[in-house]
T-cell receptor, first 114, second 110 residues
Framework: DQQVKQNSPSLSVQEGRISILNCDYT??????FLWYKKYPAEGPTFLIS?????DKNEDGRFTVFLNKSAKHLSLHIVPSQPGDSAVYFC?????????????FGKGITLSVRP | DSGVTQTPKHLITATGQRVTLRCSPR?????VYWYQQSLDQGLQFLIQ???????AKGNILERFSAQQFPDLHSELNLSSLELGDSALYFC?????????FGPGTRLTVL
């Protein structure tokens, strides 16, 4: 049973436009959500996170929105840049510290066209 | 650079063999996690160690085992290797909620 779902395997956007990456989850226990970015031949890199007590978190060009009632989160990248082209993983967890375990989606490949 | 190191970067071996993957966590992190990423798959959680003790198990095969040593580095042992074990293996370490990943070991089983 896949508890974190990224239903679109890929997304292509024009440089300068907005990229919206979506993620759905099924486990109501999840209370912390993260986005990771992965380039080929590298490990995933932490990008941004959001706690379930918030509905928005912003860091520069990256904003994550959380809709708990819909069990849905999204990552907005504005403006998109060619260097943003990578695989983006959504992850969710509950518990803290050593008791927390991340559950990852399958990832979405973002391509930003110059 | 995440501060997490993994060796070797690449490993090519034959079916039936045994290999050991090594991970050194970020300085001060007590938790180490191992993940497998196969083609077209997300990151599958294998196992977690915290300060030398096994804390959580995921989809780890019985042919696979891991341990964390007193200096907090960890090793993932894969035995009786099969073609389907070819994948990227990542380790991550964490202090609170965010996990920081190493560059991975690409295992190819021929």
């Amino acid at each position: 049973d896949q508890q974190v779902k990224q239903n679109s395997p890929s997304l292509s956007v024009q440089e300068g436009r907005i990229s919206i990456l979506n993620c759905d989850y099924t486990n109501s226990m999840f209370d912390y959500f993260l986005w990771y970015k992965k380039y080929p031949a590298e490990g995933p890199t932490f990008l941004i996170s959001i706690s379930s007590i918030k509905d928005k978190n912003e860091d520069g060009r990256f904003t994550v929105f959380l809709n708990k009632s819909a069990k849905h989160l999204s990552l907005h990248i504005v403006p998109s840049q060619p260097g943003d082209s990578a695989v983006y993983f959504c992850a969710a967890s509950y518990g803290t510290g050593a008791n927390s375990k991340l559950t990852f989606g399958k990832g979405i490949t973002l391509s930003v066209r110059p | 650079d995440s501060g997490v190191t993994q060796t070797p970067k690449h490993l090519i071996t034959a079916t039936g063999q045994r290999v050991t993957l090594r991970c050194s966590p970020r300085s001060g992190d007590l938790s180490v996690y191992w993940y497998q990423q196969s083609l077209d798959q997300g990151l599958q959680f294998l196992i977690q160690y915290y300060n030398g003790e096994e804390r959580a198990k995921g989809n780890i095969l019985e042919r696979f085992s891991a341990q964390q040593f007193p200096d907090l580095h960890s090793e993932l042992n894969l035995s009786s290797l099969e073609l389907g074990d070819s994948a990227l293996y990542f380790c991550a370490s964490s202090a609170i909620n965010e996990q920081f990943f190493g560059p991975g070991t690409r295992l190819t089983v021929l």
